[in-house]
């Protein structure tokens, strides 16, 4: 699915698309709307980057069966180094 927004929107945010995609994420995880790692997937961040802006915003992390289960999924799909 693709949101869009106007243009003139978009500029009187005074953000950009990489910034809206990040509030959409944070708004949605303090609602409890996304797991972290859905969250990180909207704002196109790693688990870590975004988990960074959490902190930086003291939101807290809520971490449940649902988010682990999704973050074994993720290391699983994740090629060793």
Do not use: C, N, W
Request: aromatic fraction near 4%.
């Amino acid at each position: 699915m693709s949101i869009t927004i106007p243009d003139e929107i978009l500029t009187s945010t005074g953000l950009t698309e990489a910034e809206i995609r990040r509030e959409l994420a944070v708004a949605l995880f303090q609602v409890e709307r996304l797991t972290l790692a859905q969250a990180a997937k909207v704002a196109h961040q790693t688990q870590l980057e975004f988990q960074k802006i959490l902190a930086s915003r003291r939101v807290p992390i809520h971490y449940g069966a649902e988010e682990l289960s999704d973050d074994l999924q993720t290391l699983r799909r994740t090629p060793a180094h």
